[in-house]
């Protein structure tokens, strides 16, 4: 069973990068079709969808943040990794590592997730 | 980018009653539309793929059903343990997006 534990700072301070990692275990981030994603949810509000990343190197970003988000994989730690340049506080929230799959019908749900990680964008 | 409405905002419940969401997509995303259950602290987690595809583990009184823009979340015989908010997330075209949630309250 596949398990996602995020990890990261807690705190960042305004126009700083804020640094994510997300450990797979269970499982290989080099597996397939698989794509690995990251999300995040400000409190109190609805999900946003980040980026996707595939083992190979294949990226797609949302274009709301593709200036200032960075996703990457390393397929010797079995890590996928988040960076988000010049944060301010609407970057606030509970970031989520999750899984994707694009088969025949399209891009399936995002299934498992994290458990996710709360960073704060304060001074 | 499609957006996603849904109804209603918040919901109060008793139990066994019959719970009704609504999402309506601003486009047509054919059936690549999922339902998530947020329960407080917890991550989301998927209870219907493609419009009406059930989940292995996810029980059955969640159902749904819709097409093109207009799809439905039902619980039928609402239980105690599903006071949460719910979510619809639409995987037609990039960027990928979700609703703003309707939050189910246990009267």
């Known amino acids: 069973q596949v398990q996602l534990q995020e990890s990261g700072p807690g705190l960042v301070k305004p126009s700083e990068t804020l640094s994510l990692t997300c450990t797979v275990s269970?499982?290989?981030?080099?597996?397939?079709?698989?794509?690995w994603s990251w999300l995040r949810q400000p409190p109190g509000k609805a999900l946003e969808w980040i980026a996707y990343?595939?083992?190979?190197?294949?990226?797609i970003y949302n274009p709301s943040l593709k200036r200032r988000v960075a996703i990457s994989v390393d397929t010797s730690k079995n890590q996928i990794s988040l960076k988000v340049n010049s944060v301010t506080a609407a970057d606030t929230a509970v970031y989520y590592c999750?899984?994707?799959?694009?088969?025949?019908?399209?891009?399936?749900?995002?299934?498992?997730w994290g458990q996710g990680t709360l960073v704060t964008v304060s001074s | 980018e499609i957006v996603l409405t849904q109804s209603p905002d918040f919901q109060s419940v008793t139990p066994k009653e019959k719970v009704t969401i609504t999402c309506r997509a601003s486009?047509?995303?054919?059936?690549?539309l999922h339902w998530y259950q947020q329960k407080p602290g917890q991550s989301p987690k998927v209870l219907i793929r493609?419009?009406?595809q059930s989940i292995s583990g996810v029980p059955s009184r969640f159902s749904g059903s819709g097409s093109g823009t207009d799809f439905t979340l039902t619980i039928n015989s609402l239980e105690a343990e599903d006071a949460a908010t719910y979510y619809c997330?639409?995987?037609?075209?990039?960027?990928?997006?979700f609703g703003p949630g309707t939050k189910v309250d246990i009267k």
């Open positions: 990343i595939h083992y190979s190197g294949n990226t």
């Open positions: 493609y419009a009406s």
């Open positions: 997330h639409q995987s037609s075209s990039l960027p990928h997006t």
């Open positions: 486009q047509s995303i054919s059936s690549s």
């Open positions: 269970g499982g290989s981030v080099s597996s397939g079709t698989y794509y």
């Open positions: 999750a899984r994707a799959d694009y088969g025949s019908s399209g891009w399936l749900p995002f299934d498992p």
